[in-house]
């Protein structure tokens, strides 16, 4: 089945505690791209990834890292998350940039 | 900087119900236009893109209507489910300049659809 997945799908960290969300596409997609979700703000781009290597900030980058290394995978890195990052996460994965993206279930961050 | 505006914000109909959802853009200069669902607690899934050349899309009940020069995508849902009940999101992507395949989201429209 075709999918974009991600773990965990729920997580309760403290602040200043590194933490890595994983992303996981199997449709050999090129394009990649992480997105938060805020209540009254809508969904913001965080960081996007044309190809293996290409990586670039988005809307709402300060506070994140990610990486390319292969094609399937875009893990989301919190060096020292703060309570501001508690957020719904979504990945994401399209052919190209300008091609149908389609979405990961979701992850459920809270710091404290 | 495109603004995606979505009306209603919610919207509650019997079921049976023709009914219609508004997205509504200030930047005229998009690549494309995607409709998604979003269900509590879940992810997006992604119903329909409508390329700017496009004037319509249709998916079985779902019939997304583009007109890039006014800014304005409607969804209609025919003959509503109670299954349909869900959060529709609207999204546009810019084309050209650095925005790269960023999707820029309507805040939603929430949608419940009563047996």
């Known amino acids: 089945e075709a999918q974009v997945t991600q773990n965990p799908r729920y997580l309760i960290t403290v602040t200043g505690k590194k933490l890595t969300v994983t992303c996981s596409q199997n449709m050999n997609h090129e394009y990649m791209s992480w997105y938060r979700q805020d209540p009254g703000l809508g969904l913001r781009q965080i960081y996007y990834s044309m190809n293996v290597e290409v990586t670039d900030k988005g809307d709402v980058p300060e506070g994140y890292k990610v990486s390319r290394k292969e094609k399937r995978n875009f893990p989301l890195i919190l060096e020292s998350p703060s309570p501001n990052q508690t957020s719904l996460y979504f990945c994401a994965s399209s052919r190209g940039s300008y091609n149908e993206q389609f979405f990961g279930p979701g992850t459920r961050l809270t710091v404290l | 900087k495109q603004e995606v505006t979505q009306i209603p914000a919610a919207l509650s109909v019997p079921e049976g119900e023709n009914l219609v959802l508004n997205c509504s853009f200030t930047?005229?200069?998009?690549?494309?236009l995607q409709w998604f669902r979003q269900d509590p607690g879940k992810g997006l899934t992604s119903l329909l893109l409508?390329?700017?050349?496009?004037r319509e899309q249709t998916s079985g009940r779902l019939n997304a209507s583009l007109d890039k020069s006014s800014g304005r995508s409607t969804l209609y849902i025919a003959a509503s489910q109670p299954g349909d009940s869900a959060t529709y999101l609207c999204?546009?992507?810019?084309?050209?300049?650095?925005?790269?395949?960023?999707?820029?989201f309507g805040q939603g429209t929430i949608l419940t659809v009563h047996p």
């Open positions: 999204a546009v992507r810019l084309s050209g300049g650095t925005s790269y395949g960023k999707l820029t």
């Open positions: 409508i390329q700017s050349s496009q």
């Open positions: 930047d005229s200069a998009i690549y494309n």
